[in-house]
Structures are given as structure tokens and as C-alpha cells.
């Protein structure tokens, strides 16, 4: 059964305090590692696909990596405007289907 | 704008009431899906379909039942609801599982059953 745990579950940061949100994964076979931001009322929005270990992938201040337990999502010199609750799912080789963290919300004082 | 148009996007209903969610999407895109949010939880997949006439179940997909009676809709039935059944209910879809564009996501139906 695929597996996602995101830590921590909520994060403080005041305006410019870079930090990084971890995301732990277990899956028969990754197709791929999603992160996703949703703003509260809305639905989640697409931000990166990673497929292999080693791999960056960058927007804004946000900067994604991924080994093979793991992927972190780096936010530098975050503004307020950041503050979201961030997800992270998985996606099996050997399926159509992703599988969610309960995410991570980040706060970001001015 | 194109994208996953999800009504009603709130109800209320009696226990034992019954109602269906629609989505809609104009991306043509093969796979949708439709998950539920509870407070500090994230996504579980409640049903899937993967084109036209084909449904699958989830992880947690009693009380629940879906149609796929077009490539664009995808409709999710409570036959008789349950205040367990209280929940943010969002539904994506995807080019045939593809990862490279992740899911496109509604913006929730929000259900309070009484």
C-alpha cells in the first residue's frame, strides 16, 4: 500500500525566513511525486511532477528535490502571499490513482 | 477557462437524504476522479474512472456510488447520507494518468449532513 507523511504538520515563518517542508514516501514504484499548493476554499493547485531520485525541479521561491524516501519542498524568502496548505501525493507505476499526504500548512508573517 | 467545474458547491441535507454531486470538465481528459477533505486530513480517493463507462473504487468508497455516462462528467450519488458523510468533496481529472500535468481539481462541493 503506497504511503505519504508529510512533516510538520503546520509551520510558522515570518517574511524572508527560508525553511523546507519534508515529504516521506513508500510506493511500489514511483511514477511520479506530485506537490500541490490549495489555498483555503479552493481546490488544489499543480505545482511540480518529480520522477527520479535526484531530480530539482523550481518556481519562484520554491525549489522541489527528491531521493528515494524522500522529497522536500525548499521555499526561499517566503512572503506572505506563500501561505497555503502544501500536498504532496504519489503516483504508483502501476496505476492511474495518486495517493495524498494530509499536507502541510505554512504561515507566513510580514 | 477551461478546467473542472464541480456544482452544487455547498448542501445541506437530512440524514437519510440522498443527492448527487456533478463535475465537469472541458480538457477532454480521459481519468477523473473524486476524492473528500476532512479538517486536517488530506485527499482519500472515494472513486475513479478511467474513461467512459468504466468506474473503479477507492480507499474508502462506502456510501458512495459513480456514473460515467460521458467522457466530461463524472457524478458522485449518497444514496442515504450520513453525518459521517460531512465533508469537502473535490473531484480532478488528468490526461489518461499521465503524471507530467498532475490533476486539475475543482473547487469542492461543501456538505453538511444533519
Known amino acids: 500500500e503506497d504511503q505519504v507523511t508529510q512533516s510538520p504538520e503546520a509551520l510558522r515563518l515570518q517574511e524572508g525566513e527560508s525553511s523546507s517542508l519534508n515529504c516521506s514516501y513508500t510506493v511500489s514504484g514511483l511514477r511520479g511525486l506530485f506537490w500541490y499548493r490549495q489555498d483555503p476554499g479552493k481546490g488544489p493547485e499543480f505545482l511540480f511532477t518529480?520522477?527520479?531520485a535526484g531530480e530539482e525541479k523550481e518556481k519562484e521561491r520554491l525549489k522541489a528535490t527528491l531521493t528515494k524516501k524522500e522529497s522536500f519542498l525548499h521555499i526561499t524568502a517566503p512572503k506572505p502571499e506563500d501561505s497555503a496548505t502544501y500536498l504532496c501525493?504519489?503516483?504508483?507505476?502501476?496505476?492511474?490513482?495518486?495517493?495524498f499526504g494530509d499536507g502541510t500548512t505554512l504561515t507566513v508573517k510580514p | 477557462n477551461a478546467g473542472v467545474t464541480q456544482t452544487p458547491k455547498f448542501r445541506v441535507l437530512k440524514t437519510g437524504q440522498s443527492m448527487t454531486l456533478l463535475c465537469a470538465q472541458d480538457m477532454n481528459h480521459e481519468y477523473m476522479y473524486w476524492y473528500r477533505q476532512d479538517p486536517g486530513m488530506g485527499l482519500r480517493l472515494i472513486h475513479y474512472s478511467v474513461g467512459e463507462g468504466t468506474t473503479a473504487k477507492g480507499e474508502v468508497p462506502d456510501g458512495y456510488n459513480v456514473s460515467r455516462l460521458k467522457k466530461q462528467n463524472f457524478l458522485l450519488g449518497l444514496e442515504s447520507a450520513a453525518p459521517s458523510q460531512t465533508s469537502v468533496y473535490f473531484c480532478?481529472?488528468?490526461?489518461?494518468?499521465?503524471?507530467?500535468?498532475?490533476?486539475?481539481f475543482g473547487s469542492g462541493t461543501r456538505l453538511t449532513v444533519v
Open positions: 501525493a504519489v503516483q504508483a507505476s502501476n496505476a492511474g490513482k495518486s495517493t
Open positions: 480532478a481529472s488528468s490526461y489518461r494518468g499521465e503524471p507530467h500535468y498532475g490533476y486539475t
Open positions: 518529480l520522477y527520479s
